[in-house]
């Protein structure tokens, strides 16, 4: 996400006044220690012009997910 931000020319703070979130939460989603709702994970896909599942690599989890998930 971080690169998609520094691709805008955007600051941590003005990313968080474009989502209605904090600065705060921004820095967490950016360290992969916050997990976004629904909808700001779309204002951000939106925003940046991606998908949810580029913007926060879900394609690379998508093994262990199957993995973990392969038995339901």
């Given at each position: 996400m971080k690169e998609n931000r520094n691709k805008k020319g955007l600051t941590?703070?003005?990313?968080?006044e474009m989502v209605f979130v904090s600065q705060r939460t921004i820095i967490s989603?950016?360290?992969g220690q916050y997990k976004p709702s629904i909808m700001l994970a779309y204002r951000?896909?939106?925003l940046f012009e991606t998908t949810i599942?580029?913007?926060f690599c879900l394609a690379e989890n998508k093994d262990l997910e199957d993995k973990n998930f392969g038995n339901l």
């Amino acid at each position: 996400m971080k690169e998609n931000r520094n691709k805008k020319g955007l600051t941590q703070k003005q990313l968080a006044e474009m989502v209605f979130v904090s600065q705060r939460t921004i820095i967490s989603l950016e360290k992969g220690q916050y997990k976004p709702s629904i909808m700001l994970a779309y204002r951000l896909a939106c925003l940046f012009e991606t998908t949810i599942e580029e913007l926060f690599c879900l394609a690379e989890n998508k093994d262990l997910e199957d993995k973990n998930f392969g038995n339901l």
